[in-house]
């Protein structure tokens, strides 16, 4: 018989997102009149520079979790806590950010804090693709994405 795969389809639809959500404006800065936007890859590269080193752990947080989902839904794990970091820091002191900047948070925030949110979903009511139909419940997939089946098993 031959082999198949079964694809958790939900998890897959949140590991894409989250990959949006990286690339888009996690930060808005307004210095000086001027709106500059942020992605979690630029970010952590100019966090360091205005000591902003928990706004770092945060985005390795979100990215490692990124990583993580593309074999298992549980990658929502690390991305809910470096969103969730994210968010906090936000709210705290911003650091040695220049004297009358405002700061706000952007799209990529939102879109990462929904992609984990799909992948927690995908964890507990995976949507299966087992090669000829959708299955409401496979529970070899709620801990990975690509499981291999053998073509009488459900």
């Avoid at 997102?17 to 996690?26: D, M, N, Q, V």
Wanted: aromatic share 16%.
């Amino acid at each position: 018989m031959a082999k198949k795969f079964q694809l958790n389809i939900l998890s897959i639809i949140g590991t894409l997102i989250g990959i949006i959500a990286i690339f888009l404006p996690w930060l808005q800065l307004r210095i000086d009149g001027g709106l500059w936007d942020y992605n979690l890859i630029h970010f952590f590269d100019t966090a360091s520079f205005w000591g902003l080193f928990t706004y770092q752990i945060a985005c390795l947080m979100f990215i490692g979790g990124w990583v993580l989902s593309i074999i298992s839904p549980l990658g929502a794990i690390p991305e809910i806590m470096g969103v969730s970091i994210f968010y906090v820091e936000f709210n705290l002191e911003p650091g040695n950010l220049p004297i009358n900047t405002l700061h706000f948070l952007g799209l990529g925030f939102y879109v990462g804090f929904f992609a984990a949110i799909i992948l927690i979903v995908s964890m507990m009511r995976p949507i299966i693709w087992n090669g000829h139909c959708f299955d409401k419940i496979a529970m070899k997939n709620r801990l990975l994405n690509f499981v291999k089946i053998n073509g009488k098993e459900n």
